[in-house]
Nanobody, 126 residues
Framework: EVQLQASGGGLVEVGGSLRLSCAAS????????IAWFRQAPGKEKEAVSQ????????YYRDSVKGRFTISRDNAKNTVYLQMNSLKPEDTAVYYC???????????????????WGQGTQVTVSS
C-alpha cells in the first residue's frame, strides 16, 4: 500500500518555526521528486517547495524563499520542510506529494503527482 504520511504541523506564533516530515512507503521513493503543497481556506492548493530525487536541487515559491528549507533522507524515505520566520499567511493545510517528472516540470500541476499525503495543519497566530 502506498502511503505518504505528513506530520509536524501545529499552532505557532508569528516568527516561530515548525519542521514538517513526510514519510513514504509502498513505492520506490528515490525515483520520485517530492513536493510540499499547501491549501489555505478558500484558496487553491499551491506548490510551496520541491526537491529532486537526489536532494541536490530544490524549488521554492517566491513567498517562502529564504524562510523554508526542503530536504530529503532517501535512507529513511522521508522529506522534511523546515519552516522559519512563519507568517500568518503561511497558515494552511500542508500536503506532500510525489511525482515521477523532473524538478520544476509542471510543479503546480496537481494531476502530474502520483501520490499524495493526507495533510497536516499549520496555523500561525498573530
Amino acid at each position: 500500500e502506498v502511503q505518504l504520511q505528513a506530520s509536524g504541523g501545529g499552532l505557532v506564533e508569528v516568527g516561530g518555526s515548525l519542521r514538517l516530515s513526510c514519510a513514504a512507503s509502498g513505492f520506490t521513493f528515490d525515483n520520485y521528486v517530492i513536493a510540499w503543497f499547501r491549501q489555505a481556506p478558500g484558496k487553491e492548493k499551491e506548490a510551496v517547495s520541491q526537491i529532486d530525487i537526489n536532494g541536490g536541487k530544490t524549488y521554492y515559491r517566491d513567498s517562502v524563499k529564504g524562510r523554508f528549507t526542503i530536504s530529503r533522507d532517501n535512507a529513511k524515505n522521508t522529506v522534511y520542510l523546515q519552516m522559519n520566520s512563519l507568517k500568518p499567511e503561511d497558515t494552511a493545510v500542508y500536503y506532500c506529494a510525489a511525482t515521477p517528472y523532473g524538478l520544476g516540470a509542471g510543479v503546480d500541476r496537481r494531476s502530474w503527482y502520483d501520490y499524495w499525503g493526507q495533510g497536516t495543519q499549520v496555523t500561525v497566530s498573530s
